[in-house]
């Protein structure tokens, strides 16, 4: 009779689980890492810039750039809150259009062919050349950087949640059609709240866009204040710092208002795969 | 909710209401074809049937028999060619538009968004006016998710839980609409055997607290045998009902009655049906 090899457990000892990382701390290390990221792009950005002492007029370090701002608070506020007005009317406008014109095309097929062909001008044309258009339609008021941020945000809006709403669960859909729930039922009650997640999918690539479309707007517009007045004039009269400062406010607004939207997804996606940490989500199996 | 049916007595539940809702289904020379570029494929000839208020009928057959279009031809979701279906006397359009009839698919089709609670009530949210019949009120669709086992459960989201407990929430989401005809298209097929084995007397115990008339559309012998008053075989090319079998097995059914004579005879016929169907 040959001995058999037991494991630790043969003798009935019970198995413990491995020890799990706790919630808190998984969340808290999500928290962390973008913060990380950024602080080791800077470092890397102010030792390069000392290592190989590069010109300021080239790229100032980035301590520089941040002793300019806190010198000059008041004077990034004043033009960020111009810029960010700018940015939020157009973002707004761009989603409240999106949302009524992607529900018509989800819904009609001739409203979708009618649309297509629009959209594809609109995304194949530069959308910094109608800045001056409407700077002749709206003359020198915020009009003109508005539409230019919204026509940036527009596309990726309607595209994302067209897709959204027509991506809709086919066992779900009959389900609904087996009671014969009416399409403005189905659309709340299904398709809507389906395709949350292409909406907020699109919603963050948009903070970059209509703040982009903003800062276009004021550079051909005709602007005298906001971050993109602000930048071209430091780029124009060699202001370094105040060039590098207003695209810094920038950056940071952006950040904020990635940060600020992702926390609003995290609450109403909750039911969303993408708002699971890694290793899914704790299932009652 | 108990009431009398073909396969025999049925326990009553505590607090259940006493209502009788099953209703009759009328199919009568039914059939369909689908288009398929030029030509036409023939799913269903002549499709006669007839299923008494109450009655559990199984359809069963290979794949692309028909099974699944013949519910849907039931349920009002697919139109049809030839022939009469009636839902308690009215077309299936109309039992659709009064709700009366409820559906639970192949998969469960929970709203992601929506907790336990809020998912069971989808169904009876729609088209309140349409509806004839009023649905399970929330202390009883609350009891019958305690039955499924669920009672814990009511505020958890669908990621929350197992596939086994997804397809409970389907299943009382179809009971809760107090539908007197459910449609139930294969909606163990993506279980496991254990899992599946505990559904069919979860589902059978749901059915004797409500009395519905079910059409239950299944690949599994041993499920139709069991959960039945009659399974129904179907054969392909083109759809159709060739073997009746009326299960003698006393009501309520249990696991024990897996052992019984007439179960195991059942099911040799059953099987016997099918082998000549795919022999064919």
Known sequence: MTAQTLGPNAAGVAKEPPPERPQRARRSAMVVAPVVGLAVVFAIWELYVRVFDISRLTLPTPSSILVHLVDEPGFYWRHAQV?????????????????????????SRFVERASMPVIVLLQST??????????????????????????????????????????????????LRSVSAGKVEIFAKLRFPQSLPYLFSAGRLCVGLSLVGAVIGEMFGGSTEG???????????????????SILVLALIGVIGNLLLAAVESRVLRWHSSQDLPGGPTAAR | MARPTPGGSRTSSPGSSGRSIGAAVSIRGVSKWFPTGRSHLHALDEIDMEIGPGEFVSLIGPSGCGKSTLLRVVGGLLPYEIGTVTVDGTSPAQARDTKQIGFAPQTPSLLGWRTVRRNVTLLAEVNRRGALHPPLSEAETLELLETVGLGDFLDRLPKELSGGMQQRVSLVRCFALGAPVLLMDEPFSALDEITRNEMRYLLLD????????????????????ILSDRVLVMATKPGRIVHSETIQLPRPRSAEMEDDDRYLSH??????????????
């Open chain 2, 267 to 280: 099911m040799r016929s059953v099987r016997r049906a099918l082998g000549e169907v795919s022999a064919r």
């Open chain 2, 206 to 225: 749901l059915w004797e607290r409500t009395g519905n008339t079910v059409i239950f559309v299944t690949h599994s012998i041993p499920e139709a045998v």
């Open chain 1, 126 to 175: 530069p959308v910094a050349v109608l800045a001056p258009v409407f700077l002749i339609w709206f003359g020198f008021t915020h009009w003109p950087k508005v539409l230019v941020a919204a026509v940036f945000c527009y596309i990726p809006f309607t595209i994302n949640e067209f897709t959204g709403l027509r991506s809709v669960d086919p066992n779900a859909y009959e389900l």
């Open chain 1, 83 to 107: 810029t960010l007005r700018e940015a939020a009317m157009g973002y707004g406008i761009a989603l409240g259009a999106a949302l009524l014109v992607a529900t018509f095309m989800a819904h």
């Open chain 1, 227 to 245: 971050l993109g007045n602000t930048a071209r004039v430091g780029q124009t009269r060699l202001l370094i710092d105040q060039l590098w400062g």
